[in-house]
Nanobody
Framework: QVQLVESGGGLVQAGGSLRLSCAAS????????MGWFRQAPGKEREFVAA????????RYADSVKGRFTISRDSAKNTVYLQMNSLKPEDTAVYYC?????????????????WGQGTQVTVSS
């Protein structure tokens, strides 16, 4: 199977930056896309960003476009989420996800493997 381990979460002031990392291990050769989702207390899980593994095509939620950047390092089996100009509404648990399909997009049901989540808190 595939295991995903996230790191980089923490507390930051509004306007600051954080860089999340997600390292994949196990049967990483089955991964064709990876993405980031987030869930705030009392709210539904929402899509943040995704990237295809082979081509590096990216997709972003409108709420983070222009502020967040998703990237991957295939040699390290790692995906990153660079978060700039953070806002209090970005506060959430961020989850890394991987899919066997390159066309999973923003649909969480299409992702097969999930990380444990990492807390991002943006203070005002």
């Amino acid at each position: 199977q595939v295991q995903l381990v996230e790191s980089g979460g923490g507390l930051v002031q509004a306007g600051g930056s954080l860089r999340l990392s997600c390292a994949a291990s196990g049967r990483t050769f089955v991964i064709n896309a990876m993405g980031w989702f987030r869930q705030a207390p009392g709210k539904e899980r929402e899509f943040v960003a995704a990237i295809t593994w082979s081509g590096g095509s990216t997709r972003y939620a409108d709420s983070v476009k222009g502020r967040f950047t998703i990237s991957r390092d295939s040699a390290k089996n790692t995906v990153y989420l660079q978060m700039n100009s953070l806002k209090p509404e970005d506060t959430a648990v961020y989850y890394c996800a991987a899919s066997r399909s390159a066309y999973s997009g923003s649909y969480s049901k299409n992702y097969d493997y999930w990380g444990q989540g990492t807390q991002v808190t943006v203070s005002s």
